[in-house]
């Protein structure tokens, strides 16, 4: 059994764990340990996906990785960052939400052959009878404590209303109902949620005298310390629909120089020494490792064939080439070419912008070409024959493309 516990140390995945146990258990024994996901979007994002990645190195050197999908404690809300409260969602949204996520973690793990579990805490929390909860593990639950977690705190000053108090208890005892099933004793999670896994891990141990761990990944952001995964359009998701392939490869492509060798440590399963060497490139060079990155990325979620059309119509953008096949394309009628003929209007349609005002500023600010040439005027209108006989590429800043074509 290899040491998983070096290998994710080593790639800057880990950021605090409960005790030194740790290590032996993982380096020892196959442990069965879980992380969870609650359905509050139809997609995970780019957040996730570091997690994901975590879990697929724990259950390729052996243990067994149980998902948890929070269907219960979702229609709670966790408030954990958060200085506003949670909207409530319906039964129904988080069924449908659930079933997204089941199939984007199918990407990261092998679920065959019970190599891995997929769980829904609804299964449990739904049916509790809130008396028997008061009377089995109230008790272990200290106010004065569970005020001082950091999850609890912006809100505190916002004002932290009782729903949102109990998620601690029904993330706990996600915790000991695993154990108490699975015989799950490590729970791991971003380091955001290192109170609510606390206080799981010693719900285990006060209530059945049973050992259970805590370990927290390092949160992915920038250099600088920016959360990594926000675009202008919004934050960078693993469902193809809300994030094109293309968006998404871009995105890793564009990574600021300090941030190809975090990225890669994370998100590829390169061998780091190969990381040692790409991250060490310099000027011009560090091109190769951002271009490495980006299929990598983009291979683990969305697959071969998608990171490699994604890269083509990278290159035929950045690099000179004619393959353009792969370029997020409107194709319109005769009609929509014709009612869309303003610049501000077509930069609307395209989803280059998301209204009027914003496709103006854009403008104004000197942002939007259309094949190469610099627009310079808010009532400029475009040549709807070119578009209807070769089309136009639309370029928003340096290195967003979009291309317009006739419908045929």
Known sequence: MSDVFKVLEERGFIKQYSHEEVKDILRNEHVTFYTGYDATADSLHVGHYLQLMAMSHMQKAGHRP????????????????????RRMMTREDIEYNAERFRAQISKFLDFSDGKAIMEDNANWLLELNYIGVL????????????????CYKN???QGLTFLEFNYMIMQAYDFLMLNR????????????QWSNILAGMDLIRRKDKKPAYALTFTLLTTSDGRKMGKTQSGALWLDAKKTSPYDFYQY????DDADVRKCLSLLTFLPMEEIDKLSALKDEEINTAKEILAYET????HGQKEAEEAMKASQALFGGG??????????LTSDQIEDNKSIVDMLVLTGLAKSKSEGRRLIEGGGIYVNDEKIESID?????????QEGIIIRKGKKNYHRVLLYK
């Open 380 to 388: 400029h209108m475009l040549n709807t024959d070119q578009i209807s």
């Open 155 to 157: 809100r505190l000053e």
């Open 66 to 85: 149980i998902s948890l999908i929070g269907g219960g404690t979702t229609m709670v809300g966790d408030p954990s960052g958060r200085s506003d409260m």
């Open 322 to 331: 004619n393959d353009l096949d792969s370029m997020p394309t409107s194709h």
């Open 298 to 301: 983009t291979k683990q979620v």
């Open 181 to 192: 099933k699975y015989d799950c004793k490590l729970q791991m999670g971003g380091d955001d």
């Open 135 to 150: 009377r089995e593990i109230g008790s272990m639950f200290s106010v004065n404590k569970m005020l001082t977690a950091e």
């Open 252 to 255: 890793w492509r564009n990574v």
